[in-house]
C-alpha cells in the first residue's frame, strides 16, 4: 500500500520567515494529495490541496507543489505567524488516503 | 450543519470489554475511515469503507472491526480491547468513493483500555 513520509519532524521559524515541509509518496498511482493542519486538541482540518495533473497551487500564504517524476510533494507557508503553529499532516490518495507522520511547526514570535 | 458526529468523545474502559465507537456523518459521503492518533506516529488508517457494504483493512486493521450498512454510519468494533489499543481516533468522511476530495474529521473519540 501507500507510504507517505514527512520531513523534518519539527520545524522551528521566526515569525514572518518561510516554512517549508517536504513529503515522499510510494505509490506512482496516487492521484491526490491534501495537507492538513491539526492545532493542539482539536481535529486536522485541509488547508490546501493538489491533484496529480497539477504542478503547483497557491492560496494566499500557502502553497503546494507536486514533482510527480521525483514523488515527493511540498508545502511553503510564507509570512508565517504564531496561528501557524501547529502539527501538518500531508496525505496521499489512491483509493484510500494514507497520512504522513506528520510535523510540528513552531513559530517563534 | 454538515458534520462527522463520533460519540462517545472519551471512554475508559477495561481489557477484555467489548465497545463500540460509532460515526455518522450527514453530507451523503461515499467514503469513510477510520484512523488511530498516537505520538510519533501520526494518523494510521485502521479501515476505509468506499461504499455501502464495502470494507477494507487500512495499515493497522487487527483488533478491530467496522461495518458499512449505512451510507451515513461507520462504527468501529472493539471485540476484546487490550492496552495497546489505548488512543485517540478519528472517524472520516470524504464525498467521492475513491478519497480524492476533502477529508471530514469527526471531533475524536479518546480511549483508555486500562
Known amino acids: 500500500g501507500e507510504n507517505v513520509e514527512q520531513h523534518p519532524s519539527t520545524l522551528s521559524v521566526q515569525e514572518g520567515d518561510s516554512a517549508v515541509i517536504k513529503c515522499t509518496y510510494s505509490?506512482?498511482?496516487?492521484?491526490?494529495f491534501p495537507w492538513y493542519k491539526q492545532e493542539l486538541g482539536k481535529r486536522p482540518q485541509l488547508i490546501i490541496d493538489?491533484?496529480?495533473?497539477?504542478g503547483e497551487k497557491k492560496d494566499q500564504r500557502i502553497a503546494v507543489t507536486l514533482n510527480k517524476t521525483a514523488k515527493h510533494f511540498s508545502l511553503h507557508i510564507t509570512e508565517t505567524q504564531p496561528e501557524d503553529s501547529a502539527v501538518y499532516f500531508c496525505?496521499?490518495?489512491?483509493?484510500?488516503?494514507?497520512f504522513g507522520k506528520g510535523n510540528q511547526v513552531v513559530v517563534i514570535p | 450543519e454538515a458534520q462527522v458526529t463520533q460519540n462517545p468523545r472519551y471512554l475508559i474502559t477495561v481489557t477484555g470489554k467489548k465497545l463500540t465507537v460509532t460515526c455518522s456523518q450527514n453530507?451523503?459521503?461515499?467514503?469513510m475511515s477510520w484512523y488511530r492518533q498516537d505520538p510519533g506516529l501520526g494518523l494510521r488508517q485502521i479501515y476505509y469503507?468506499?461504499?455501502?457494504?464495502?470494507?477494507d483493512k487500512g495499515d493497522v486493521p487487527e483488533g478491530y472491526k467496522v461495518s458499512r450498512k449505512e451510507k451515513r454510519n461507520f462504527p468501529l468494533i472493539l471485540e476484546s480491547p487490550s492496552p495497546n489499543q489505548t488512543s485517540l481516533y478519528f472517524c472520516?468522511?470524504?464525498?467521492?468513493?475513491?478519497?480524492?476530495?476533502?477529508?471530514?474529521f469527526g471531533q475524536g473519540t479518546r480511549l483508555t483500555v486500562v
Open positions: 472520516a468522511s470524504s464525498l467521492s468513493g475513491t478519497a480524492n476530495t476533502e477529508a471530514f
Open positions: 505509490d506512482s498511482a496516487s492521484n491526490y
Open positions: 493538489i491533484r496529480s495533473n497539477v
Open positions: 496525505a496521499a490518495s489512491v483509493n484510500r488516503l494514507a
Open positions: 453530507m451523503n459521503h461515499e467514503y
Open positions: 469503507s468506499m461504499n455501502v457494504e464495502v470494507t
